[in-house]
């Protein structure tokens, strides 16, 4: 019954160790897709230019990032939420 007990007890200090919160996810616009390897897709370029360096590099290709397209870089812009100043 101890034994119960005790275990019971480090399970629950080890989740309390291991909780972590959420953090928010931000879409990149391009990804270095690679094709001659194992089909992997690396989204996490800003500029085509830097997409392109690496994918010359690593025998990739470039393309949008579909998640970017559709939801955005999950940061919210300031002119969108702001409200208009009254005079």
């Known amino acids: 019954m101890i034994r119960a007990v005790l275990a019971l007890l480090a399970l629950a200090a080890f989740a309390a160790v291991q909780a972590r919160p959420a953090d928010a996810e931000i879409y990149r616009p ?20 830097q997409c392109m360096l690496t ?8 393309m949008q990032n579909p998640w970017y397209l559709k939801y955005g870089s999950g940061e919210r812009a300031a002119e969108s939420t702001a409200r208009p100043r009254r005079r």
């Open 30 to 49: 391009w990804c270095v897709h690679y094709v001659p390897q194992d089909n992997g897709t690396n989204c996490g370029f800003i500029s085509y230019e």
């Open 55 to 62: 994918a010359r590099g690593a025998g990739g290709t470039c």
